[in-house]
């Protein structure tokens, strides 16, 4: 990890990879998502409004998976004082949010023709919704402190911190009585209670959307690195 | 209104979100380069 900290050895691999990951999550979620929609069967209970599963589900996997990425970083940028680590930690804050917004707009819409409500004040929706707020006080504090010229330690410190409310998504489920159901798929156990015909576009399109994730990360550190050259190049002018 | 008009609207706003999302981070991207590149060049 320590090797990839320094930014032109970071471009010199961002740079090809980024179409890559890019093209090859786009492509992959339209198979994924075409597969979802016209040739997974409809589930027994929930009916056809399973399909949309396949977009809620990776979007939650991201919005929580972005967090855990954001408070590793902050931990990096803490410890080692990475020149890339706050920059990786601002990269992610903004589409983190966004598949959280995505994740709560399509879990309601999911849960109406399914609950009869499209929003339940329960531990797992709550704590979904702390979670967008989190990314947003996060952004907030990060453009605030480096209008002052800080280096972003308070807001790595609030990274760390916020990482706090991950494992209370995962586990709300367990610890708490929700509407929301439980854990479907464990890879821990390596098990699911998702039929196959169901399971691989579901599988498909998380892999998808977590690789045109990491795209819009890799553009969202080159546009940061490039201002920064260019704010350094200035100011020497 | 039926399940399909929930499950369109779930997809129109993933893909508004995504493909929102993309171009921006992707514009973002190469204007800064383009302006870092022109900087170099005033060198």
Redesign the interface.
Known sequence: MHIFANPARFLKIARPLTPWL?WSGGLL?VAA?AVG?FASPADYLQ???V??LY??VP?AWLGMGGWTGLAIASFMQLVWRHPLAAVAARAIA??GA??T??CL??GA??G??TWGTYWQWDARLTSMLILLFLYIAFIALDDAERERGGEGRITAIFGLVGAVNIPIIHYSVEYWNTLHQGQSISFLRGSSSIDASMLWPLLASALG?TL?FG??VL??M???L??Q??EA??RRM | ?S??G??L???A??GA??IG??AA??T??R???R??DA??GE?
């Open positions: 890019g979620i998502l929609l009916g056809e409004s399909r949309i977009v809620h979007a903004v589409p966004a598949f917004a995505i707009i399509t819409l999911w109406k023709p959307f045109l795209a819009v553009m969202r080159r546009a940061a490039a201002r050259k260019v190049r200035l | 209104m399940h399909w929930f499950i609207a779930a997809y706003v993933t979100g995504t999302l993309v981070s992707w973002a991207m204007r800064a380069e302006q870092a900087l170099r060198r």
